[in-house]
């Protein structure tokens, strides 16, 4: 049972609830809420087309098509709308603008719909709880009671993000996310949302986690190999972290599969001090280059980053081409995006509107590009093309990936959400090189020789 206290000018007035009724919205016609799992099960289930909560942001998409081969060969299908249940009248309103736009530009404007719809909610921690895809790793009433922290700060905006891509990934793909909630011993936990083998996706995944404990000697190695420099009481560093992160497996070669992570860390210093920064990025690996897929991609998150700095592109592009890079084959995991870590500067305030910024593009410079594909034929050769590349994207992130090490190093970590980014099917053939003049050899060049996209 939990206390939930409302205060008012003249009288406080004390509640008692369980959680998960207070969490539960009015049902309106034609929805229905998502059942909250038993203390013995955590795991939760979105049904296609329900939402758990009645209110708070959404994004929708609408498209008529399907996955797979097409008989008229490839097309490109974007009807596209993205709308929060608390802007109908507006999506109304500008229907008739987005008619005639392409999928590109009807994302910019309904993101701007979106982004307005949680300014309006940004105080009330209890408001924005209702459309997310499970309740909070910190209890709801902590949040509210240090909504001023950037701990808070940070958790909100990491389980609006996974509730914001979770639901645009259900409107195009129309298959069901597995949400298992989880509790890490030692402190906090997380929400792993995970869709497999669906239409459009044969692995769609969007984790959260919030985590504190001790850092341990080979977590603090690493950082200190960073440069940082952290000194620990009675040779103790306690640590709090957390992040959203998302891998996005396609079935169709010709829609490619990204990821993006945005993580906040705290680390409190034998004199009470604390140590604080910021990291992330989001990239997009495709199996065949589409020189108008990667300029939408790469001008999104560039325009995200000249809002605050304008050098902030171009050095976190090239520090992104230069991450996710596969030292034993020579060459790229994709065609980049943007990547940093240690952002401590130029202040707490400014650095998490930084990243708020970058986790605002996640929907818009992605799910144009799958609604663009989703109809997109292909030929065996093409998939068997898919299956090796995904080869490489294992590589890196079990040999290379700093989150996956981090991850395994961290005593009671949960290591299905580790290795979630893993993709469900993936191939490896001796000596595969393509031949001269093909797409795949095209592809491949531009791997070993990065380019500059905007």
Known sequence: MATIVFRTANKTATARRCLTSHLKGPARAGESHMPLSSANSPSLTLLPGTRWFSRGPSVRFMSHGTAGRSSAGRTRRGALALGGAAAVTAAAAIAGVLANANHFQRAE?????????????????????????????????????????????????????????????????????????????????????????????????????????????????????????????????????????SVIHPKNPHIPTVHFNYRYFEIEQEDGSHQWWFGGGTDLTPVYIDEEDTFHFHKTLKEACDKHNSQYYAKFKKWCDQYFYIKHRGETRGIGGIFFDDLDSPSQEEAFDFVKSCTSTVVPCYLPIVYKHVNDSFTDEEKNWQQLRRGRYVEFNLVYDRGVKFGLATPGSRIESILMSLPLTARWEYMCEPAEGTREAEMLEVLRNPKEWV
Not at 200 to 228: I, P
């Open 109 to 245: 404007m309904a993101t701007k719909v979106i982004q307005a719809e949680k300014k309006e909610a940004e105080d009330d921690i209890l408001e924005r709880c209702r459309g997310l895809m499970s309740p909070p790793v910190t209890d709801i009433h902590v949040l509210q009671e240090r909504k001023g922290e950037m701990r808070t700060k940070m958790e909100m905006l990491i389980m609006e993000t996974q509730a914001e891509f979770c639901k645009a990934l259900v409107e195009v793909d129309g298959g069901t996310f597995r949400v298992d909630q989880w509790r890490k011993e030692g402190g906090g936990g997380g929400v792993s949302c995970v869709l497999q083998d669906g239409k459009v996706f044969e692995r769609a995944g969007v984790n959260v986690s919030v985590v504190s404990g001790h850092l341990t000697e080979e977590a603090a190695r690493q950082m200190r190999s960073r440069g940082k420099i952290l000194k620990g009481k009675d040779g103790k560093l306690p640590f709090c972290a957390m992040g959203v992160s």
